[in-house]
C-alpha cells in the first residue's frame, strides 16, 4: 500500500526524533539512517488508524530495530582493528539529530557519552537514551521495548552506574571547551608539544580509530608526554595541513586535513584541562566531512 501524503508529512515530522533516537542508540549516522528508512517501510505499510500514538509507536519501531542492529554491531566490533569509536556527526544550525533543547540531550549526543555507552548492553542502551533523551516516563518505556516497568527502571540504573566512571571526567563548561580546543589548535599548529601537553590532564588519554583502513594508534594512548608526542609527531609528517574548528555532536572539535577526507579531533573536557582526545581517521565514518 503506498503512503498517501498524511502519512507521509506525519513521518517526516516525527524523523528528526527518530534519527537522533537511532543514532544515539548506534553511535552509527549511517546504520541510523538505514533503521529510519526501514521503520518508513513499516510505517507505510500499517493501518495507521489503529495507530493511537503516531510518535510513541514510531520510536518503539525505530528503537526495535537498532536494538537488533546493534546487537549485530557488536559481534562486528569484536573483530574491529584498533579502538572503535562513534561516527561523529556536524551539528549546529539545521542539525538532523533533535532532540538537543536540554544539558541532557546534549550529553547524550556527545561523542564522549556515545563512547562510553559503548560498555552497555543493548537494552540498557536504549533505556538509558529513551529515559534520558526523550524524559520518557518508565512505563511507557517499558511499552516501547517489550519490558516491564521495573525492568526498565532497573536498566536505567544498571546503565547510569556503568557510565558514571567515565562521565564524570567531562562536566564542563562551552566556554572552557572552546577555549582549550582553541589553544590545542594554536599549539598544534606550531608543533609546540610543551604547550600542548600543558594543556592536558595526568590521566588525559587518546584513542584513535583508523578501522584498518588507515594508519592509527591500535591502542588508547594515555599520559601527557606520550600523547603529545603522537599528535607532533604525527602532524610533523606532513608537510601541509589544515585545521578547522567546527561543531561537532554539539560541541567545538577540530577538523583536520592531511588527506582526504577530514579528519576529526574531538576533546572530551574537565575543569581546565583536556581528558581525552578522540582521533577519528576512519574514512568509513568520515564520508559526511569530505
Known sequence: MAPDDTGSAEFQQHRPVLLGAAYRILGSLADAEDVVQEAWLRWSDVDRSAVAVPRQFLIKVVSRLAIDRLRLAHRRHETYVGPWLPEPVRTGDGQPLGPADTAAQRDT????????????SAPERAVFILREAFELPYEEIGEVLGLGEAHARQLHRRGSTHL???RDRFPTDPGVHRELVERFLAAARTGDRAALQGLLAHDVTLWGDGGGKVRAALRPVTGPERVGRFVTGLLAKYPAIEFRVAEVNGAPALLVRLGEPWQVCSFEVGRDRITGIQWMSNPDKLRRFA
Open 109 to 120: 549526543l556527545s561523542l564522549a557519552t556515545l563512547r562510553l555507552m559503548h560498555r552497555l
Open 164 to 166: 558514571a566512571t567515565g
